[in-house]
């Protein structure tokens, strides 16, 4: 048995899962204190469902707690950006283009030292260990509670930012270190902004890992406690402490890999309606498609791993606007269940329109019985409208592309949208977020520039694969179990020697003897 919750801007589902049959499933609204929400779903699952606690194999969370804090510019460690470069890389500094806000909220200290690497692994120039400890003396003057360690090119030699991590534990035993080979990809700029945002949630990912911990004690599950993270897959809770900005796009993921454990189907579109937004995605081989470009997450780029999600303010607690002619982007939230009209509230949303069509028997119906029928239609027209546009612009091709609809507030989609084809909703398709994370496996990914000589090609692939297939097994997947999910690999004609960026991902079952 498994226990999959996750959190929302609008609702906190929880399920209890006995393989891939959902035994029991719930549906809490979210609470400010996401912990204490957590609390209050398993208390209400185990309610629901009166489970032995001790039958319970694992339970996995997919949590908002990170990008919160990120987003709202709140509890983040005082950060120190430390770039082993020079002579290169000077014209742009560490954190730039932040916005000030954020900026100012991880302290603004950053620190230039000679170091870093060619694409090839070769030196730019040797590591000034001098200036680090003179940083790192600096550093302990400010306050500094976490530092970001990035070399040029430090995911094909990753030497520098090991040396320079030494260095900063000795000089500065009690802060937080996150080095960019394990956060971010190869784009030095991207990474480092992934870097600091890591470690300014160290100290976070701490306090909320141990509140989790706390909550399944004293709710008596033992059982193992995992976060899932933004390519659909697990962390277990000492690697959430040390990796928090994997976690941020949790929610869209799990969704979708809880469609395609619904239908069984592994290539498909998924438009998962919750109470504030519609995620719009790609699920290829069963796994959410990877975006191929810089994502932006809270104005800042990064070039972690993220899922090529496309976002609308349409969901259940969507204001109406303008006679039916504008559905969102502001929405009620949280307080959907006292806002809204069917539940006696002053609001016009989306689910009085899903209630007064028919749609939906949530509340009381009477209290929107007045609404222009004309005006209904023209409001669930354009949420399908809009959701039309958004699928179509996620296709790559012409072939067909099934479309399964998810979340709570998937009621205001359409049975057929035009030029698309039929909307499948899966039974528990409200909860899929939740099935998503109680069914995730574990990765591992391999994503850096090749040097591959002439005739020499498959077995620079065989290497990059067995990678990729030993970090999914170091991470906790079950030997044996660890399939490869995806290979791309692309020539970099700009750089000598053959370059060639390869990228493989691989995943497995879930070893449940790591914690």
Same mark, same amino acid.
């Given at each position: 048995?498994?226990?999959?919750?996750?959190?929302?801007?609008?609702?906190?589902?929880?399920?209890?899962?006995?393989?891939?049959? +959902?035994?029991?499933?719930?549906?809490?609204?979210?609470?400010?204190?996401?912990?204490?929400?957590?609390?209050?779903?398993?208390?209400?699952?185990?309610?629901?469902?009166?489970?032995?606690?001790?039958?319970?194999?694992?339970?996995?969370?997919?949590?908002?707690?990170?990008?919160?804090?990120?987003?709202?510019?709140?509890?983040?460690?005082?950060?120190?950006?430390?770039?082993?470069?020079?002579?290169?890389?000077?014209?742009?500094?560490?954190?730039?283009?932040?916005?000030?806000?954020?900026?100012?909220?991880?302290?603004?200290?950053?620190?230039?030292?000679? %170091?870093?690497?060619?694409?090839?692994?070769?030196?730019?120039?040797?590591?000034?260990?001098?200036?680090?400890?003179?940083?790192?003396?600096?550093?302990?003057?400010?306050?500094?509670?976490?530092?970001?360690?990035?070399?040029?090119?430090?995911?094909?030699?990753?030497?520098?930012?090991?040396?320079?991590?030494?260095?900063?534990?000795?000089?500065?035993?009690?802060?937080? +270190?996150?080095?960019?080979?394990?956060? %971010?990809?190869?784009?030095?700029?991207?990474?480092?902004?992934?870097?600091?945002?890591?470690?300014?949630?160290?100290?976070?990912?701490?306090?909320?890992?141990?509140?989790?911990?706390?909550?399944?004690?004293?709710?008596?599950?033992?059982?193992?406690?995992?976060?899932?993270?933004?390519?659909?897959?697990?962390?277990?809770?000492?690697?959430?402490?040390?990796?928090?900005?994997?976690?941020?796009?949790?929610?869209?993921?799990?969704?979708?890999?809880?469609?395609?454990?619904?239908?069984?189907?592994?290539?498909?579109?998924?438009?998962?309606? %919750?109470?504030?937004?519609?995620?719009?995605?790609?699920?290829?081989?069963?796994?959410?498609?990877?975006?191929?470009?810089?994502?932006?997450?809270?104005?800042?780029?990064?070039?972690?791993?993220?899922?090529?999600?496309?976002?609308?303010?349409?969901?259940?607690?969507?204001?109406?606007?303008?006679?039916?002619?504008?559905?969102?982007?502001?929405?009620?939230?949280?307080?959907?269940?006292?806002?809204?009209?069917?539940?006696?509230?002053?609001?016009?949303?989306?689910?009085?329109?899903?209630?007064?069509?028919?749609?939906?028997?949530?509340?009381?119906?009477?209290?929107?019985?007045?609404?222009?029928?004309?005006? +209904?239609?023209?409001?669930?027209?354009?949420?399908?409208?809009?959701?039309?546009?958004? +699928?179509?612009?996620?296709?790559?091709?012409?072939?067909?592309?099934?479309?399964?609809?998810?979340?709570?507030?998937?009621?205001?989609?359409?049975?057929?949208?035009?030029?698309?084809?039929?909307?499948?909703?899966?039974?528990?398709?409200?909860?899929?977020?939740?099935?998503?994370?109680?069914?995730?496996?574990?990765?591992?990914?391999?994503?850096?520039?090749?040097?591959?000589?002439?005739?020499?090609?498959?077995?620079?692939?065989?290497?990059?694969?067995?990678?990729?297939?030993?970090?999914?097994?170091?991470?906790?997947?079950?030997?044996?179990?660890?399939?490869?999910?995806?290979?791309?690999?692309?020539?970099?004609?700009?750089?000598?020697?053959?370059?060639?960026?390869?990228?493989?991902?691989?995943?497995?079952?879930?070893?449940?003897?790591?914690?």
């Amino acid at each position: 048995m498994r226990i999959g919750i996750d959190v929302g801007g609008t609702n906190t589902d929880a399920v209890l899962m006995d393989g891939d049959r +959902v035994v029991g499933a719930i549906k809490r609204h979210t609470q400010t204190d996401v912990t204490e929400g957590i609390r209050e779903a398993l208390q209400a699952l185990q309610s629901a469902t009166a489970f032995d606690p001790a039958i319970v194999e694992g339970v996995m969370i997919g949590t908002t707690h990170f990008i919160n804090a990120l987003v709202e510019a709140d509890r983040l460690a005082p950060t120190a950006a430390l770039r082993l470069c020079l002579p290169a890389t000077a014209a742009l500094p560490p954190l730039t283009a932040w916005p000030k806000g954020l900026a100012q909220a991880v302290g603004g200290s950053w620190y230039l030292v000679g %170091g870093g690497h060619e694409f090839d692994g070769r030196q730019i120039a040797p590591l000034d260990e001098e200036a680090i400890r003179k940083a790192t003396a600096q550093m302990g003057a400010e306050g500094i509670r976490s530092v970001a360690i990035t070399s040029v090119f430090s995911p094909v030699n990753s030497e520098f930012e090991e040396r320079a991590a030494a260095i900063v534990a000795e000089e500065l035993p009690h802060v937080a +270190v996150s080095m960019s080979q394990h956060v %971010g990809r190869v784009g030095l700029l991207e990474r480092e902004n992934a870097t600091i945002i890591n470690a300014a949630l160290r100290e976070l990912a701490s306090q909320v890992v141990d509140g989790l911990v706390e909550v399944l004690r004293d709710l008596s599950v033992a059982a193992p406690l995992f976060l899932t993270q933004n390519d659909g897959t697990l962390m277990a809770v000492d690697v959430v402490r040390h990796y928090p900005v994997s976690t941020f796009a949790s929610g869209p993921t799990n969704s979708m890999r809880g469609a395609a454990a619904l239908t069984g189907l592994t290539d498909c579109a998924v438009i998962d309606v %919750g109470g504030t937004t519609s995620d719009i995605g790609v699920l290829r081989n069963g796994f959410p498609r990877e975006a191929s470009t810089a994502i932006e997450v809270a104005g800042i780029r990064t070039n972690f791993r993220m899922p090529d999600v496309v976002s609308i303010g349409i969901g259940g607690g969507s204001r109406i606007h303008d006679n039916g002619d504008m559905v969102g982007p502001d929405s009620v939230g949280y307080r959907l269940p006292t806002d809204a009209l069917v539940f006696g509230g002053s609001n016009l949303t989306a689910t009085d329109i899903a209630v007064a069509a028919g749609r939906a028997d949530i509340g009381d119906r009477s209290l929107v019985r007045h609404l222009d029928p004309e005006m +209904v239609q023209r409001s669930l027209a354009y949420v399908a409208r809009r959701s039309t546009e958004l +699928v179509d612009s996620m296709r790559t091709s012409a072939e067909p592309l099934p479309v399964v609809a998810v979340g709570g507030g998937s009621i205001l989609l359409p049975d057929v949208l035009d030029g698309i084809g039929a909307v499948r909703r899966p039974e528990n398709h409200s909860v899929a977020n939740a099935v998503g994370a109680a069914i995730a496996q574990v990765s591992g990914e391999v994503d850096r520039i090749f040097a591959v000589a002439s005739g020499d090609r498959e077995k620079t692939l065989d290497l990059a694969r067995q990678e990729a297939v030993d970090r999914a097994t170091a991470a906790g997947a079950t030997p044996g179990s660890v399939q490869v999910v995806e290979l791309d690999e692309v020539p970099i004609p700009y750089l000598p020697g053959n370059a060639t960026r390869i990228r493989v991902k691989a995943v497995g079952d879930l070893s449940y003897t790591i914690r």
